[in-house]
């Protein structure tokens, strides 16, 4: 399949795990992959959440093969996962990388379910890095925790679990150097926020309204850099 070009990004339509090698070294992989989640229980409560039959019927619950993170092929690695991944992620950033930091992102507006567990106030992610691509940006962005309200409706984009702009526009500013790879892309949350920060974006995604999702949301990302620049 012929990828998708607009402006520095580069959209694939297709398999994560078969595209990502071949598409070479990238500064830094940026991952939201699919959370390994228990899609069971919820009570009265899950009756009221379609979003999770559409992360079930998307195979969104089943977690990822972190085999994807590769340091010959990123400076440094940005990955989401949900908590039972999280100590195989941090033993692979730990094993596998210079150094790494975990951060989280603090829900404003958690769900009001807990399922037997806590309440999904907080979701993890784990920056490694290897010498030479440590974090970006100012005092004031080397923060590790970041206050930001998950999306609703429209802002969604027909997506199960879209990442608010605002985090992925935090996240890109950790980011050093000009490529990043979004081997989930998902709506393209991290492209925009690419794109937004002046980088090269190349993204992967197989499912085919979430890529044409991912396309639009880029291109106005471009275009809207476009005018900018021309102002
Ligand atoms: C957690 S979502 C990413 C959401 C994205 N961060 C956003 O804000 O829209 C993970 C995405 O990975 C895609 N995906 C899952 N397995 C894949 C695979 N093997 N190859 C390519 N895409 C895959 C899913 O379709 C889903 O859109």
């Not at 195979?59 to 100590?87: E, K, S, W």
């Not at 150094?99 to 989280?104: D, I, Q, S």
């Not at 000009?178 to 393209?188: A, E, I, K, L, Y």
């Not at 794109?195 to 396309?215: D, L, S, Y």
Request: one cysteine or more; a positive charge.
């Amino acid at each position: 399949m012929t990828p998708v070009t607009i402006g520095p990004a580069t959209l694939h339509l297709g398999d994560a795990y078969t595209l990502r090698p071949a598409l070479g070294f990238h500064d830094a992989d940026v991952l939201d992959p699919p959370y390994l989640i228990r899609a069971t229980g919820g009570g009265r409560y899950r009756k009221r959440r379609p979003m999770m039959d559409q992360i079930v019927a998307e195979q969104l619950h089943t977690g990822f093969d972190m085999a994807i993170v590769n340091p010959l092929l990123c400076g440094a690695a940005i990955v989401f996962a949900h908590n039972d991944q999280l100590a195989q992620l941090l033993s692979l950033a730990q094993g596998q990388f210079h150094r790494h930091a975990l951060c989280v992102w603090q829900k404003t507006n958690p769900q009001p379910i807990a399922n037997k567990h806590y309440r999904p106030d907080v979701e993890f992610y784990v920056h490694a890095w290897n010498r030479g691509y440590h974090p970006a940006g100012d005092l004031a962005e080397l923060l590790r925790v970041s206050r930001i309200t998950s999306p609703r409706g429209p802002a969604r984009f027909g997506h199960p679990t879209t990442k608010p702009d605002a985090l992925m526009t935090k996240i890109l500013a950790n980011v050093r150097g000009q490529s990043v790879c979004d081997p989930f892309m998902g709506t393209g949350s991290t492209g925009v926020a690419a794109i937004r920060a002046g980088k090269r974006f190349t993204g992967i995604e197989h499912n085919p309204a979430h890529f044409e999702t991912a396309v639009a949301r880029i291109t106005a990302a471009v275009a809207e850099l476009e005018r900018a620049d021309a102002a």
